[in-house]
């Protein structure tokens, strides 16, 4: 069963519908939900004309119509949680997030949701991204940059998880058609990177300080819940040093690179090795394998 199938399952029981109210996944729906390892296939490109990046990449994989059917809604959360401009790489880049967005409304969404649960205050925080401008100027009313609705998180508890056994996650995502994850490859002070795993802390509320308290198996935890239909790993510029909020251009490394997939397990342990590192390195990798949420092994890895 597909995250899209999953979460219409799970409205059908009505335990996505009521803002505020405290959801329960029953052991019957978790034996549904999907514990077979995704495809671990992945899409690389390279390029200084960075629309393109995302464009070869995403054909690579079959192109966007692939992943958007017609009439739907579409949330893409990219990172832009940061009070920091594109040169920075804080934030994933803006001509990146305004390109997926493009695709989206060419495979025929109805409606492409731009959000993410901002660290700065988000007013500064979309703006100084560059993100907000860059999808506003496609100038089309099916595209919309959205803040977040703190009345919109609902608490779901999840009997799978070894630790955040019951967290806020936000409603927009889980009652979206299709969830699209762009974070931005970047140095960590706590997880040592960020990437496709650890993005999704921008898809939950709640005092998200307590996360950090066993961070790795927590980040496996809310991942076992989140389930993107796509990644769009963003490697155009990788901070190296002091994130994940930077604030030195001196810190920042231009890749031009992009990697795109469905296995966030694979694409975080691919893109450790831009850092030098490798998959084992990182605590929440290991842990969000275990957990069948993707394959970290690097030989069975196939990139395209």
Known sequence: MHRRDFLKYLAALGLVTG???RLVLPEEVWAMAPDQTPEALLAKAQDTNY?????DAVQALGGMKKFVNPGEVVVVKPNMAWDRTPEMGA????????KVVELCLEAGAKQVKVLD????DARKAYSASGIKAAVEAIKDHRAVVEFVDDRRFV???VEKAKALKKWYFYKDILEADRFINIPVAKQHAESRLTMCLKNMMGAIGGWRGRIHVGLHQNIADMNLLLR???HILDATRILLRNGP???DVKDVEVKNLLFAGTDPVALDATGAGLFGLKPEDLGYIVKSHQAG????????????
């Open 117 to 120: 649960h901002s660290c700065d």
């Open 155 to 157: 608490e779901l508890t």
């Open 293 to 304: 949420r993707g394959e970290m092994d690097l030989s069975k890895i196939k990139v395209v």
């Open 245 to 247: 909020k930077g604030g």
């Open 91 to 98: 934030n994933a880049h803006p001509v990146v997030v305004r």
């Open 228 to 230: 993107p239909d796509l």
């Open 51 to 55: 629309a393109h990046l995302v464009g």
């Open 19 to 21: 803002v505020g109210r």
